[in-house]
């Protein structure tokens, strides 16, 4: 095997058995013991990474098919095969990956049977499914060829125009749609990334990004397996060419796969250069330029995102010196890569931190199985260009070289080289080191800790029309069935809502409890002033190069010192837009919020109270009355509450 190719399969396989643990604890132990997604933030690592980044890198399958099949364009007919693979291989880790992202990964089939046509979702998983199924039938060709099947495969050949076109109606469909889920969420995601324009988007960046995705395989791939394709024959010994200095210089041809890879790259950049002007007039239609200057983070990070993603490709590929020479394509393609993938993380993850008043950062199990599955994707990626004519024919010299005993027993370490000469043998004792290690980093019990946040979570629906509610904040256990329906009804229909809903946040009629208070022990900071100076300035319509200098007086009095004392009240601008904003108590404090515990017990314990004297039911204001995990055998709890119980009675009940 090529030396340069040994180690990098060697680590692939460590990372990609790491993944492996790491999926089955995720499976054993459920999302929650695994990961560190909360419900203030839509999606996680492996849907946005593995899934929304990774279908956008593998759009190549689809463009080439557009250069080759629809346009004619016969010098792209080498990259015809790796594209498709690149495709199949992208969407299958893609879907793959999405299995341990829903909650419930054996029921993934059901839309196939339960259609929703008007849900965005719905039609990406359709549109994913089906052109992973198209790139299966493109790649069949290649593999009945490896099997001698000529006939076959001539005929699959034929078909391949009308499979092109079904694969870019398909996938301009969904990644458009990809666009479309964010578009739900104006008043969550950071003005910068928010825009109408969001499905346009995310089809346009894909397709430069996914060109360049391309280019960088083929680099890649020419360095470990081919590399006088693009980087050019190797001098002969002593060639040589004048200078002016008079040094030897060896002379180096440029690779016949060259002239293919700068037309390819040229193409990548002018889709991007597209994409960058479109951004930056979006920019200027809405009036958000100004968050690039305000000083907030989100301003430096879209910025350093459109300049790895659009800039420093553009730049490099427009420079001759560096268009000409593969490393140059090669750190082209790399910036391209890296910014759309953090696009789509800004997008989906990044973008709601400001709103969700939390930052999530994924466990090292989300890490690991989001690199395990890349790492395996890639290993069987390079199996096929070992094995499959996806590049070239060379495989098959490969092949025959690979079976010539290439061992010595001369001393130990030639011994331990002949012996992990073969692939079985070398991945066997790599899972021997990998699995214990896995378990040790990443078995959930070993980590317990990671649970003790108080990280509060909506209630859960026990039924589909959410009548009756499991209150469980943390997830601890200690829950409460609330049978929501009936004590609306009991308490006299929608007009009591406000009796438990006193506020509900700005544009909104039914905030989720959780989503102030957010700790279930400690208040909780709701007031979100920078985002409160962006607001204004947006309403007022205001400019500047500081816009809270302009928008102080908004809320504070003038010529004093600026505090939460001397401070308008929030419903002086909230009286009409927080929902059941008509029955807040003017006092009440909306710069935080109690502790979730707190919040839940005075709603409920103070009406209990009341209800057990008025109906003579002295267990009704019992704490196992609502929390059932929490109900005493032989009423143990409360017999313990009583002052009149002797250590000697206590005894006596435990021993009961």
């Known amino acids: ?346 997008v989906g993850i990044i973008g709601y931190f400001r709103d969700a008043g939390a930052v999530y950062f994924p466990s090292l199990t989300e890490w690991l199985l989001c690199f395990g599955i890349i790492s395996a994707t890639i290993i069987v990626f390079m199996f096929l260009v070992e094995n499959v004519t996806v590049f070239d024919d060379n495989w098959k010299k490969r092949r025959v070289s690979r079976g010539l005993f290439m061992g010595s027993f001369d001393n130990l370490s030639h011994v331990w080289k002949t012996v992990l000469s073969d692939s079985a043998q070398r991945v066997t004792l790599i899972a021997v080191v990998a699995v214990p290690f896995a378990w040790l980093i990443q078995y959930p019990p070993f980590h317990e800790s990671k649970n003790d946040k108080a990280i509060i979570q909506p209630a859960i629906g026990l039924d589909a029309l959410r009548n009756s509610l499991r209150i469980d904040g943390n997830r601890a256990g200690v829950y409460a069935d609330f049978p929501h329906a009936d004590h609306q009804e009991r308490l006299g229909g929608e007009a009591s809502c406000k009796e438990c809903h006193h506020m509900s946040l700005p544009g909104d009629q039914s905030t989720s409890c959780s989503r102030c208070h957010r700790d279930m022990l400690q208040p909780t900071k709701i007031f979100d002033h920078t985002y409160h100076v962006s607001a204004v300035v947006d309403s007022l319509k205001l400019s500047g190069l500081h816009p809270g200098n302009y928008t102080c007086n908004v809320c504070h009095t003038d010529n004093y010192a600026r505090t939460a004392d001397n401070a308008k009240s929030c419903l002086e601008c909230h009286s009409s837009d927080m929902g059941m904003v008509g029955e807040i108590d003017p006092d009440l404090d909306l710069k935080y919020a109690d502790s979730y515990q707190q919040a839940m017990h005075g709603k409920c314990i103070k009406c209990h109270d009341s209800k057990a004297e008025e109906l003579s039911r002295n267990d009704l204001n019992k704490c196992f009355t609502c929390h059932e995990s929490l109900t005493p055998q032989d009423n143990l709890i409360e017999k313990l509450k009583e002052p009149s119980l002797t250590s000697d009675e206590t005894v006596q009940s435990e021993n009961d």
Not at 227 to 234: L, R
Request: aromatic share 14%; with cysteine; charged share 10%.
């Open 1 to 346: 095997m090529n030396t340069k190719i040994r180690p990098i399969k060697d680590i692939l396989w460590f990372i990609a058995l790491l993944g492996l643990m790491s999926g089955v604890f995720r499976m054993w132990f459920g999302l929650g013991a695994t990961t560190n997604m909360v419900d203030g933030i839509p999606w996680g690592l492996w849907k946005i990474l593995n899934m929304v980044a990774g279908a956008a890198l593998a759009t190549s399958g689809f463009m080439i098919g557009v250069f080759y099949y629809v346009f004619r364009m016969k010098q792209f007919k080498p990259l015809v095969v790796p594209s498709v693979v690149i495709a199949f291989l992208g969407y299958g880790s893609s879907l793959f990956s999405l299995l341990f992202d829903i909650g419930l990964p054996w029921r993934f089939w059901i839309p196939f049977i339960s259609w929703s046509p008007h849900s965005f979702l719905y039609e990406v998983f359709w549109c994913v499914s089906v052109y992973w199924a198209v790139t299966a039938f493109e790649l069949t060709p290649s593999i009945l060829d490896r099997l001698k099947s000529k006939k076959i495969a001539h005929i699959l050949h034929s078909m391949g125009f009308g499979a092109a076109v079904l694969g870019v109606s398909l996938s301009s469909l969904h990644h458009s749609s990809l666009g479309s889920l964010f578009l739900v969420t104006p008043q969550r995601l950071y003005p910068l990334w928010y825009s109408s324009l969001l499905p346009l988007f995310f089809i346009i960046s894909a397709m430069g990004a996914g060109l360049m995705f391309l280019l960088l395989f083929k680099i890649l791939y020419a360095y470990l397996y081919d590399p006088e394709s693009v980087f050019g024959p190797k001098p002969e010994a002593g060639a040589i060419t004048c200078s002016l200095d008079s040094a030897p210089i060896k002379s180096v041809a440029p690779g016949k796969d060259m002239p293919m890879l700068r037309k390819l790259a040229g193409i990548a950049v002018s889709i991007l250069g597209l994409y960058l002007i479109l951004k930056v007039g979006d920019l200027i239609v809405k009036g958000t330029w100004h968050n690039l200057i305000s000083g907030d983070w989100e301003g430096g990070l879209y910025i350093f995102e459109l300049l790895c993603a659009t800039v420093i490709p553009i730049l490099i590929v427009a420079l001759p010196k560096s268009r000409k020479s593969p490393t140059g394509l090669l750190i082209a393609s790399l910036f391209a890569v890296f910014g759309l993938v953090l696009n789509r993380l800004d």
